[in-house]
């Protein structure tokens, strides 16, 4: 017996996921390889099978050409599931096709498509059941588990509560936790490089504001760890700073 009250076999709807923008300034699989292996400290679950976007706008016109099997296989060796290429010339669109994956031009076309095919209501990102979103902001009051993954989409993010291991909070915008960070934080996740990550007391797995990330695998600044802190980015550099300023990792 079917479950769908429209009694078809399948449904289509707008879905609402985050995928990891992976910009490639090298065509070179051992390069780039290199560079992951560095970026992940050979952490496993580092990226915890995240959907990606390979974006090579920023490739030179005369880089070598881009071998896409061994591209999507060196990015699913460090758990990224590369599902499109964004700012790819046409040239290369029936090869890109062909490997089953999507054409992203950082515009709306493939959104105003889906939506056409599917114009139901979207469906509300994962979140706790006591998320408050009011304009501008997510408020969540309850713990953040490990394995739950919370975004806020387009506002501020606000926890009241613990932010456990292995939980993951995003937000287009800042982040603010009252409580522990322990988890994942991902400020700035549409590329504002303006948002920040606070917490009552800071010792995060992994934070990153507009794509830039920091781990921590060999610990927390000891004269910051489990203090009121607040994370920043400079430049390239991700800025750990108390929030009484006094200090700075």
Same mark, same amino acid.
């Given at each position: 017996?079917?479950?769908? %009250?429209?009694?078809?076999?399948?449904?289509?709807?707008?879905?609402?996921?985050?995928?990891?923008?992976?910009?490639?300034?090298?065509?070179?699989?051992?390069?780039? $390889?290199?560079?992951?292996?560095?970026?992940?400290?050979?952490?496993?679950?580092?990226? /915890?099978? /995240?959907?990606?976007?390979?974006?090579?706008?920023?490739?030179?016109?005369?880089?070598?050409?881009?071998?896409?099997?061994?591209?999507?296989?060196?990015?699913?060796?460090?758990?990224?599931?590369?599902?499109?290429?964004?700012?790819?010339?046409?040239?290369?669109?029936? !090869?890109?096709?062909?490997?089953?994956?999507?054409?992203?031009?950082?515009?709306?076309?493939?959104?105003?498509?889906?939506?056409?095919?599917?114009?139901?209501?979207? %469906?509300?990102?994962?979140?706790?059941?006591?998320?408050?979103?009011?304009?501008?902001?997510?408020?969540?009051?309850?713990?953040?588990?490990?394995?739950?993954?919370?975004?806020?989409?387009?506002?501020?993010?606000?926890?009241?509560?613990?932010?456990?291991?292995?939980a993951e909070i995003i937000a287009d915008g800042s982040i603010h936790i009252y409580a522990s960070?322990?988890?994942?934080?991902?400020?700035?996740?549409?590329?504002? !490089? $303006?948002?920040?990550?606070?917490?009552?007391?800071?010792?995060?797995?992994?934070?990153?504001?507009?794509?830039?990330?920091?781990?921590?695998? /060999?610990?927390?600044?000891?004269?910051?760890?489990?203090?009121?802190?607040?994370?920043?980015?400079?430049?390239?550099?991700? $800025?750990?700073?108390?929030?009484?300023?006094?200090?700075?990792?």
């Open positions: 017996m079917l479950k769908s %009250p429209s009694q078809l076999p399948i449904e289509i709807k707008i879905s609402t996921v985050v995928a990891i923008s992976t910009i490639l300034y090298s065509a070179d699989p051992l390069a780039i $390889d290199a560079a992951l292996k560095q970026m992940t400290g050979g952490s496993a679950d580092f990226f /915890e099978d /995240e959907f990606a976007v390979i974006d090579i706008s920023a490739l030179a016109e005369n880089a070598p050409r881009i071998d896409w099997d061994k591209m999507v296989g060196l990015l699913k060796k460090y758990h990224l599931n590369a599902v499109a290429v964004r700012g790819a010339p046409a040239a290369m669109h029936d !090869a890109i096709r062909a490997r089953g994956l999507s054409l992203d031009d950082g515009a709306s076309g493939d959104k105003e498509r889906a939506e056409a095919a599917a114009p139901a209501a979207t %469906p509300a990102p994962p979140a706790p059941a006591s998320a408050i979103v009011t304009p501008g902001t997510m408020i969540i009051d309850t713990p953040v588990r490990a394995g739950q993954r919370v975004y806020a989409r387009g506002c501020d993010l606000i926890v009241t509560a613990v932010v456990n291991n292995g960070l322990f988890g994942r934080a991902l400020a700035g996740a549409s590329g504002n !490089a $303006d948002a920040r990550i606070f917490a009552m007391a800071m010792q995060p797995e992994l934070v990153s504001i507009a794509g830039v990330y920091r781990t921590f695998e /060999e610990g927390f600044a000891p004269q910051l760890a489990r203090q009121p802190t607040q994370i920043r980015l400079i430049g390239d550099r991700i $800025d750990i700073l108390s929030i009484s300023p006094a200090s700075r990792v």
